[in-house]
């Protein structure tokens, strides 16, 4: 129980404290072109940079993707104003021949709408 109280507290003093300001994201590019990737040698990745732009801190809520073949790793800690942050996403060829083209929805908490980063390329067969 006291687990619990402490916890609620120490939300609502965050919540306080950025209840004025709110973080906003802003990334280099949203969408990333891998070209022609060779299926045997497994998965690539690439590094969507952001910024925070707004006035307070800037948190990374959640990130999803409508395939297994995609994931995305990112820093669970808050971004400052001015800050810089990386959402790492990876893909994976295996079994995927052809064209490619991946979402990946980031939640924040600088609003409601999450914002889109694509991921694309031609995945080229394994030679049998």
Request: proline residues 5%; contains cysteine.
């Amino acid at each position: 129980m006291k687990k619990q109280l402490s916890l609620l507290l120490m939300l609502l003093v965050s919540l306080s404290i950025f209840a004025g300001s709110k973080g906003k994201i802003a990334f280099e590019a949203t969408r990333y072109d891998f070209g022609y990737i060779e299926e045997s040698k497994g998965v690539v990745a690439h590094d969507f940079e952001f910024t925070n732009t707004g006035k307070g801190a800037l948190i990374i809520i959640d990130t999803r993707s409508m395939c297994g073949c995609t994931a995305s790793k990112y820093s669970r800690e808050p971004i400052a104003p001015g800050k810089k942050g990386i959402i790492n996403v990876t893909f994976d060829p295996k079994g995927r021949p052809g064209a490619f083209r991946k979402e990946i929805k980031v939640y924040t908490s600088a609003g409601k709408s999450p914002v889109k980063l694509i991921v694309e390329g031609v995945v080229v067969p394994k030679k049998q």
